[in-house]
Structures are given as C-alpha cells and as structure tokens.
C-alpha cells in the first residue's frame, strides 16, 4: 500500500535559518503530492501541492520539488520566521486510482526569535 | 463562504453515553473524510464517503458509525464512548485527486 515517512520532529531552528523537512513516499502509480500545515488549535490547511514528476510548488516563501526517482518531497524555506512555528504533514492522493490520503506522522517545527 | 463547519468545537462525555459529531460542507465535493488526531500518532482516517450514499471504513473504524445524510453532510456517532476516543476529530472534503479541505476541529474529552 501507499506509505508516506517525514522525518520526526521536534526540529528547532533560530529565526532566519534554513528549513528541510525530509518527506519519501511509497506509492503505486503517479499521486500527488502536499504539504499542509497545522497551527496551535487550528485543523490543517493546505501549504503547498504537486501534481507530476519535476513540479515545484511554492507558497509564503515554502518550496518543495516533487523528485520521482528518489521519491522524495522535501520541504524547504530559505529563512523561516517564528510565525512559521506549526506542524507540517506530508501526504499523498491518488496512487493507482485510490482517492484515499496517505498522511505522514507530521514534523513539530520550532523558531525562536 | 464557510468551507467546512464541525459542531461541537468541545465537548466532554461520560463514559457510555453517546453523541455525534456533525459535519457539513458547502463546497461541493464528493468525498468526505472523518480523522482523529492523537499526539504522537499523526493523523488516523476513520470512515471516509467516496461520494453521497457510500462510506468505507479507514484505518481505526472501531466503536464508531457515520452517515453520509446527503451531499453537505457526514456525521460521525460515538454509540458507547470510552476513554480511549478522547482525541481530536477532524472532518475534511476533497474532489477528486485535489488537496484535502479541513474543519477546526472537535475537541472530545471522555472521562
């Protein structure tokens, strides 16, 4: 089945550093691929999302490259910020015709000023 | 424009007694998806609805029902709650392959 493996937080970076968060992903077929963000008390909302080998999404500053050959969707920020504290999800839809997500355990992030 | 409304936000039960968690949509989509999230667990997926008059079940169905009462809605019932389903559930839309849209979130506490 589809499985998708984020490396575990907490990860603790000063304001300004540079963010990776590593995602791979097993799947069957061509899925997409999403990050979505979790704020404090808040449900998870879409960060960012590719749809085909080679695409890059991009939001508030966030990018990551959809890479077939190592199947990977690493997050990456090149200088967070402390409003960028939250927990990140990776996941995956779509694999060989099933519409069922696949979600990642989520990785804690923490900016101190 | 709401997207996707949970009822209650909180709600604190006895062990036994019986409650649902009600979700409604005004996006349009086909499919809808009942979460619970615990610390350490991410995200588990308990009973999912293709489309208006299917559901499935996920990951951790156990000692819960759904129904899918129409398009917009897909309610959640805890018949005899434990403590072990103190959680946060969440409810989320999709269309197709697209990205999931989400609730806020109920906060359900059994004692």
């Known amino acids: 089945g589809n499985s998708v493996t984020q490396m575990e937080g907490p990860v603790t970076l000063s304001e300004e550093a540079f963010l990776t968060i590593n995602c791979t992903y097993t799947?069957?077929?061509?899925?997409?691929l999403f990050w979505y963000v979790q704020y404090p008390g808040e449900g998870l909302q879409l960060l960012l999302k590719?749809?085909?080998?080679?695409d890059k999404g991009s939001n508030k500053g966030f990018e990551a490259t959809y890479r077939k050959e190592t199947t990977s969707f690493h997050l990456e920020k090149g200088s967070v910020q402390v409003s960028d504290s939250a927990v990140y999800f990776c996941?995956?839809?779509?694999?060989?015709?099933?519409?069922?997500?696949?979600f990642g355990r989520g990785t804690s992030l923490i900016v101190h000023p | 424009n709401a997207g996707v409304t949970q009822t209650p936000k909180f709600q604190v039960l006895k062990t036994g007694q019986s409650m649902t968690l009600q979700c409604a949509q005004d996006?349009?989509?086909?499919?809808m998806y009942w979460y619970r999230q615990d610390p350490g667990m991410g995200l588990r997926l308990i009973y999912y609805s293709a489309s208006e008059g299917t559901t499935d079940k996920g990951e951790v169905p156990n000692g819960y029902n759904v129904s899918r009462l129409n398009k917009r809605e897909f309610s959640l019932r805890l018949e005899s709650a434990a403590p072990s389903q103190t959680s946060v559930y969440f409810c989320?839309?999709?269309?197709?392959?697209?990205?999931?849209?989400f609730g806020e979130g109920s906060r359900l506490t059994v004692l």
């Open positions: 989320a839309t999709a269309q197709g392959a697209g990205e999931l849209f």
């Open positions: 590719a749809t085909k080998a080679d």
């Open positions: 996006m349009n989509h086909n499919s």
């Open positions: 799947a069957t077929g061509y899925p997409s």
């Open positions: 996941a995956l839809k779509g694999g060989g015709g099933s519409y069922i997500p696949t």
